[in-house]
């Protein structure tokens, strides 16, 4: 065997179902299809049941092993009637599961937990085709068409590419990772042929690149990756995917293909960093750590982190804004979510230079002059460059009072406002040592070393 | 009198030479050039005396009383003997005189004090037109031509512009003044009629202003205020003027004619800066000052001024690529030379972020990974923004390091660069000073104060 052959070797081994989980798992679809299909034969209802996602085409990672069972509803049902009828159907299932809950995409479904595997039991239109879908979950079952008539033979590519990505920490659309789906990976390997082949490409990819497998796109997209969905040529099924997340499987690839190794395939651990760590890093870099504490609003992570991010986003500009220069962010939520920035500092000079309009701009001139004129500033107004200025004193001299005074004017989505609303802690440097989760700690290890 | 002439009446009976001022100075003159023609005859040479400048124009202010007299060759003569003769003359007449003093400007010339009247003895060659101008002074005769041709009658109004200008700081055409010369205060004062219509007009002035008297320009010129020389087309008389002393003059006018009085006829005292003064000074703004401190060449003002600011810029730039946030500056010098930065803070945390190249660019990437992989950075090499990223050691982390370390590799002036190849000393905060001079000590107000 040549070295890339003993690699996947040794990682297949490790990630690709055995054939007990296999009979487990498709015994278990089985009977929960025949229960749903008995159910809609009893209440009268046209409806199939069907397996979808992963564990429908082979892809799945042994372990990760969620089922996906989607309840087909005709396609003159209407929206009320669906959304009634499969939740009553899928409340009867749950009737027997060992827990459930009911949660809500475009429209409701049923998470349950039936002899140990997480079950989704979710509502759809039975559309003709996916041009025609009523609701963004009727898509699934026309991926799940697309790859089954393309994947056979090369399940264990898509199990390898997976991994890959998952070592590299891209791995999963959902908008806290910003990475590749599941099905984007099943389309890049039909696509290239192979894991390999995949990883060989990916070395030249640039930004803007388009894989168009269908040659059907119908509008641009402005992503970093652009993978029109063979069953829908308006989608972009990369569009989750974020310019560096592309950036680093770049990378990687590349790295790879240099010097092949098993441990690309598993994420790089990091311990939790303790205190004396903390105060050894932050005395060598010598810059300012300031962090934004507050009740993580109670919502799910495809919603949380959006916020999130837009919030960190808001607050560097803020800080900008006023003169405070950035050097790094990160976010973090478990019970609280934090916000962190790396700062050249958290101080500034009380002095402030402040630029006002031309010289020859007499109308600017005369306001400007008015306002500055005998204030309590630190120089008269004088003439530089062609413009008026004047030394003035600072609003806010350091970090944590502005956050604490500017805070709630950032631009912050819907729940995150009313969480900060309620109160917020600007913690400084080693203040930061208060807050001791370990998953908190592991994040903070990550922000400095990267 | 309406308010205006009672200002004008005060001012001029403070500048305006008196009658025995006059009498005095033309008689000066008129033996003089008696004696230079007599000479003249005696030795056999072809020349004539002449009485240039404000003097002969009477457009001097009282007490500025420099007289200027051109020794007139024939246009046919030779650059040598023009030297040759010239010199020979001029040292002839300076053996009548109490001290003298031969320097260089284009050629040599002779600066004498008669009477204990400061007197320039210049060797010119007599031109047929400003066109045809041999050397830079000979133009000098044609333009007390062309003055004496239009000022009589607004002789009052040359005293009082240049008296107004003198009370902004921007009277003197010098490189180290950068402002108007005399000769472009007659000229502004003849084509706007009076001193207070070119205040008037001055208010309305924009950079990039032309003034073209004899409708003869023939080149561009791309300097804040073009005055187009009625005798040479091709000349700005404005050229030495920087735009911020262009512009404080229209600050200052608009401001005359809204509010007229005495005061703006005299520049701004300002007192020595004392240690404690200093000191409070300093804590108030919350700034560093870092200073250079050297030998100042033995050079005149119009070749030391244009080195030092040279180097100003040259300092701040470097100050700058090194991460270091420049507020102010400034140049000050007396025996030694001194060059003052004000900056947001003199020290920078170790920790620096270097960008690498675009994640795409292959080759780039593999020559920045291989410089920095495993060097002891602070961090990994990461990707932001689709780039490369590294901690690194910052190089210098005070700007005092900095200096110590670069400032020879800086762009300097010729006379400069062998001053600071003798040495020099960085002084940070309180260590400024330790130099005492008064001199120094009012820069330092002004330079706080503006």
């Known amino acids: 065997m040549n070295e890339i052959d003993t690699i996947r070797a040794s990682i297949l081994s490790r990630i690709k179902p055995k054939e007990p989980e296999k009979l487990k798992l498709s015994a278990l679809a089985d009977s929960l299809i025949s229960k749903i299909n008995a159910i809609?034969?009893?209440?009268?209802?046209?409806?199939?049941?069907?397996?979808?996602?992963?564990?429908?085409?082979?892809?799945?990672?042994?372990?990760?092993?969620?089922?996906?069972?989607?309840?087909?509803?005709?396609?003159?049902?209407?929206?009320?009637?669906?959304?009634?009828?499969?939740?009553?159907?899928?409340?009867?299932?749950?009737e027997q599961a060992?827990?459930?809950?009911?949660?809500?995409?475009?429209?409701?479904?049923?998470?349950?937990?039936?002899?140990?595997?997480?079950v989704d039991l979710v509502p759809a239109f039975r559309v003709a085709s996916a041009a025609e879908i009523i609701s963004a979950v009727d898509r699934t079952p026309f991926h799940n068409m697309f790859v089954l008539s393309r994947i056979k033979g090369l399940e264990d590519e898509v199990l390898l590419l997976k991994?890959?990505?998952?070592?590299?920490?891209?791995?999963?659309?959902?908008?806290?990772?910003?990475?590749?789906?599941?099905?984007?990976?099943?389309?890049?390997?039909?696509?290239?042929?192979s894991f390999m082949q995949a990883l060989e490409a990916a070395r030249e990819w640039k930004p803007g690149l388009k894989i168009d497998i269908e040659k059907h796109a119908s509008i641009a997209h402005n992503d970093p990756l652009v993978v029109i969905d063979p069953t829908d040529p308006s989608r972009n099924v990369a569009a989750a995917l974020s310019l560096d997340n592309m950036c680093i499987f770049i990378d990687r690839a590349r790295e790879f293909m240099k010097k092949p190794g098993a441990s690309y395939f598993s994420l790089r651990a990091v311990e939790p960093l303790n205190d004396s760590e903390f105060k050894t890093i932050m005395s060598g870099r010598g810059t300012s750590l300031i962090a934004i504490e507050f009740t993580a609003p109670d919502e799910v992570e495809d919603?949380?982190?959006?916020?999130?991010?837009?919030?960190?986003?808001?607050?560097?500009?803020?800080?900008?804004?006023y003169d405070f220069s950035v050097y790094n962010s990160g976010v973090w939520a478990g019970k609280k979510a934090v916000l962190v920035y790396e700062l050249e500092s958290a101080g500034l000079p009380t002095l402030k230079k402040h630029a006002g309009p031309q010289v020859w701009m007499e109308e600017h001139a005369e306001a400007f002059k008015s306002k500055y004129q005998g204030s309590n500033a630190f120089s008269r107004i004088y003439i530089h460059n062609g413009k008026y200025m004047v030394d003035i004193q600072r609003k806010y001299a350091t970090a944590k009072k502005l956050l604490e005074?500017?805070?709630?004017?950032?631009?912050?989505?819907?729940?995150?406002?009313l969480s900060i609303k309620k109160g917020y802690h600007i913690l400084e440097n080693e203040q930061i040592l208060k807050i001791k989760e370990n998953n908190f700690r592991e994040f903070l290890h990550r922000f400095f070393q990267k």
Request: hydrophobic fraction near 35%.
């Open 40 to 94: 809609g034969r009893a209440e009268g209802l046209d409806i199939t049941a069907i397996l979808v996602g992963s564990t429908a085409r082979g892809t799945w990672l042994s372990g990760e092993h969620d089922l996906d069972i989607f309840i087909m509803f005709p396609p003159d049902a209407s929206r009320e009637y669906l959304e009634e009828k499969g939740l009553y159907v899928a409340r009867k299932m749950a």
């Open 98 to 118: 060992q827990s459930s809950e009911e949660r809500y995409a475009e429209h409701p479904y049923i998470n349950a937990v039936f002899d140990g595997y997480e």
């Open 163 to 193: 991994q890959f990505l998952k070592g590299c920490g891209v791995y999963g659309s959902e908008l806290k990772t910003h990475g590749f789906s599941g099905y984007l990976v099943e389309l890049l390997v039909t696509h290239y042929g």
């Open 303 to 321: 919603v949380l982190f959006p916020q999130l991010h837009k919030m960190e986003d808001s607050v560097r500009e803020m800080l900008e804004r």
């Open 405 to 417: 005074a500017e805070l709630p004017k950032c631009g912050l989505g819907k729940h995150v406002a």
